[in-house]
């Protein structure tokens, strides 16, 4: 085992979910888009008039990033986050070019995947509260994070949403959920 590997809990590492440059972002007040930068990182947004200054117009502080929409054709795509007054808030992106979209969509899918339940503090799966041991090992949900044995974490499926194209294993909760 290399030293360190047995740590990586979460399949990648979020510190590496960022991505800045130029954006048109949408003003519902001015009712048009305008040429903005903008830096993401993690759940973080920030806006700023040009490259290299740092004071952000709006602060966008998310404890609930979601990706709402995204359409290829019109290289639109809106985000869904709290505000730095706490209000829940749309934002609504345009990109010049295919490349530049698709590289956002990666990331802002990723930074909507779930926090997996910690390894360490999960001792029970969160459907049967047994216990995990060697035999009954941990899982986690790819749609809720929840940390789950095997039995309980039978179904799989595609989650787009989130950037995962082939089938990934989820909870029963949430497979009852979908149901
Ligand atoms: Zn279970
Ligand atoms: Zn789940």
């Not at 990648?12 to 954006?23: H, N, S, Y």
């Not at 990666?106 to 503090?121: A, F, G, S, V």
């Not at 929840?146 to 082939?166: N, Q």
Request: hydrophobic content about 35%.
């Amino acid at each position: 085992m290399g030293s360190g590997s047995w740590r990586r809990h979460e399949e990648f590492d979020r510190k590496t979910l960022k991505i800045e440059g130029f954006v048109y972002v949408w003003s519902s007040k001015s009712n048009e888009f305008s040429r903005k930068w903008v830096n993401l990182n993690d759940e973080i947004i920030t806006f700023s008039k040009e490259k290299g200054s740092y004071v952000p117009l709006y602060g966008s502080i998310s404890k609930h990033f979601k990706l709402v929409f995204e359409d290829l054709l019109t290289l639109e795509m809106i985000i869904e986050c709290f505000n730095n007054k706490g209000k829940l808030k749309n934002w609504k992106f345009k990109f010049n070019n295919q490349a530049e979209f698709l590289q956002w969509s990666e990331i802002c899918q990723k930074i909507t995947r779930p926090k997996w339940d910690d390894r360490i503090l999960s001792k029970t799966c969160k459907c049967c509260e047994k216990k995990f041991t060697t035999f009954l090992r941990q899982h986690h949900c790819r749609k809720c994070g929840a940390a789950v044995c095997k039995w309980h974490s039978t179904t799989r499926i595609s989650l787009p949403e989130l950037g995962y194209f082939k089938k990934v294993r989820i909870c029963q909760n949430c497979a009852d959920f979908i149901k």
